[in-house]
């Protein structure tokens, strides 16, 4: 009886911190608003800054192209442009 009450216990403290995703805070810049705008839509802008520290401006790039192509992200090639420009100066190696 005793392990079931800690246990609920332990379950209901660990709740909340899994509901709580921080809003991410991109960098502000040039592009920023487009994605905000498509990048989000299928999973968090915590991606971007996880993958910082691995991708340069052509490794955006194709990162970019693979979630338009390989995931059919609706993002027009302009706009994936400028993204990616986005990407590679406040995200780049
Ligand atoms: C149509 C849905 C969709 C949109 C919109 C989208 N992504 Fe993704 N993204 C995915 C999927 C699916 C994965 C791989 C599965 C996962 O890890 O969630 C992924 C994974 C990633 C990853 C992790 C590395 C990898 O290749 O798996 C990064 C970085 C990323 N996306 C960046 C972006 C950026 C930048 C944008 C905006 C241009 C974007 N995503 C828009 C669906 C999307």
Redesign the pocket.
């Known amino acids: 009886m005793r392990t079931i009450v800690v246990a609920v216990i332990a379950a209901l403290v660990a709740l909340p911190a899994l509901a709580d995703e921080p809003t991410i805070q991109l960098k502000p810049g040039p592009g920023l608003d487009k ?1 905000e705008g ?6 968090s802008l915590v ?2 800054q ?2 910082s520290p691995f ?1 340069n401006a052509v490794g ?1 790039n194709a ?2 192209t ?3 192509k ?6 027009g090639d302009a706009d ?1 442009k400028d ?2 420009a986005y ?1 590679a100066a406040n995200y780049g190696t």
């Open positions: 994605v498509n990048c989000g839509a299928c999973h991606y971007i996880m993958n991708l955006w990162e970019v693979k979630m338009i390989a995931f059919g992200a609706p993002i994936a993204i990616a990407l």
